[in-house]
């Protein structure tokens, strides 16, 4: 029966100290990638990374949770180990206080900044020192959705392995090439490759129509307005102050996103909307 035969791949692992639980604990608690392992948890995910052809190294599994986790082991290639842990070795190693009780080391696709421009035209998607893990992952998950071609982390950034951002990523990460990279190398490669520099940036005017030339913060240009049709990199900066001071004299141009009422939006909701106003550009273009 499929159920026994999967039953049959769970090795036993007691100890709080074993080798393979201190790795996953070591990946959870760093926020980033070990040695080229990314700690992942929850059926969802696990089978996002699955779909992804990433390679599974070790699924960790709950001796609670074994009946629920019949349906990965039976997804799982004959060289991943598997090993059950009991209730209390499992949650010593994970993250969440109620977790489902599987979880997983995969091996993180590999790709550099040069690797990012393989499909033209580029969109990238630029954070620039987006501190919140939830906001990078919208943001990531937002760009696979969207048509952009990649996503970027500068300076500030937090980790783009780090469980959470991972977690709010919904499994895009596995698929859209991410790097982490420092500011003057990605500038330095957008030049090279002839790919527009553009900051998004808060509207000004009292009713924050944001009608300008693009050619300062303070004079932006209303995102419907701007050409995202050609090769771009679009940065958005940090949840409280946005696009640095610094980083605004590299800047092309400059757009923001009309609104009424409110300050300001959530970074990851504001790259959600740029991303998709250059998708319906890209489409109309076609």
């Not at 608690?29 to 070790?58: F, H, P």
């Not at 501190?131 to 970027?152: C, H, K, M, W």
């Not at 900051?199 to 050409?227: E, F, K, T, Y």
Request: aromatic share 4%.
């Amino acid at each position: 029966m499929p159920e026994l035969a999967s039953s049959s791949r769970l090795r036993s692992v007691s100890g709080t100290q074993n080798a393979l639980v201190k790795e996953l604990r070591q990946a959870f608690s760093q926020g980033q990638a070990v040695d080229n392992l990314c700690a992942i948890e929850g059926i969802r995910l696990i089978e996002e990374a699955i779909r992804s052809r990433l390679k599974i190294q070790t699924l960790f599994v709950r001796e609670s949770a074994r009946v629920k986790a019949q349906r990965i082991l039976e997804q799982l290639t004959k060289h991943a180990d598997a090993v059950l842990l009991p209730d209390r070795v499992f949650d010593s190693a994970v993250l969440t206080e109620h977790p489902q009780g599987i979880a997983a080391l995969v091996k993180i696709p590999g790709h550099d900044l040069q690797s990012l421009f393989h499909v033209a035209p580029a969109l990238v998607i630029v954070a620039a020192a987006i501190q919140d893990p939830g906001n990078f992952g919208t943001l990531i998950r937002s760009a696979e959705a969207f048509g952009a071609t990649s996503a970027v982390g500068i300076e500030g950034t937090v980790n783009h392995w780090n469980p959470k951002t991972v977690r709010a990523s919904a499994g895009s990460i596995f698929r859209l090439p991410v790097v982490k990279t420092s500011t003057m190398e990605l500038l330095a490669e957008l030049q090279n490759r002839q790919v527009r520099a553009l900051a998004l940036v808060a509207p000004h005017g009292n009713d924050g129509s944001a009608i300008g030339d693009g050619s300062s913060p303070r004079s932006p240009l209303r995102l419907q307005d701007a050409d995202l049709v050609g090769p771009c990199a679009l940065f958005v900066g940090n949840e409280g102050a946005g696009v640095s001071r610094e980083l605004l004299t590299h800047m092309e141009q400059f757009v923001a996103i009309p609104q009424t009422r409110v300050e300001s939006l959530n970074a990851g909701v504001a790259a959600s909307i740029a991303l998709y106003e250059a998708q319906r550009q890209r489409s109309a273009a076609r």
